[in-house]
């Protein structure tokens, strides 16, 4: 795990981390391309799992499904946020 300041980082707090980061870059940044996070950070996730980044324990049963379920999830809602961020700021 990663230790700083005296906490820990675990796997399952990770995703979660980066199912919630690409939607709100998203809205923030209002631009296409953050579409792309989802994508990038799930194969970095699985370097980290592989590399021992996040620990020697490894993120449970299943954890390759739950991640291709973040990848589609997280670009899903990240195209939803830019739409949504887009929408917003036409109306200002």
């Known amino acids: 795990?990663?230790?700083r300041a005296?906490?820990?980082l675990s796997p399952l707090t990770l995703s979660v981390v980066i199912w919630i980061m690409p939607p709100l870059?998203?809205?923030l940044?209002?631009?296409?391309?953050v579409?792309?996070?989802p994508i990038v950070l799930r194969p970095l996730f699985e370097i980290g799992l592989n590399d021992g980044w996040?620990?020697?324990?490894?993120?449970?049963?299943?954890w390759q499904f739950w991640t291709e379920?973040?990848?589609?999830?997280g670009l899903v809602t990240t195209l939803a946020?830019?739409?949504l961020g887009r929408a917003l700021a036409s109306r200002a």
Not at 29 to 33: A, D, K, Q
Not at 56 to 62: I, L, P, R
Not at 69 to 73: E, G
């Open 81 to 83: 946020a830019v739409a």
């Open 25 to 27: 870059a998203g809205l």
């Open 6 to 8: 005296g906490y820990a």
């Open 35 to 37: 579409a792309l996070l």
């Open 54 to 62: 996040w620990g020697c324990c490894g993120a449970g049963e299943n």
């Open 69 to 73: 379920v973040y990848t589609v999830v």
């Open 1 to 3: 795990m990663i230790e």
């Open 29 to 33: 940044l209002r631009r296409w391309w």
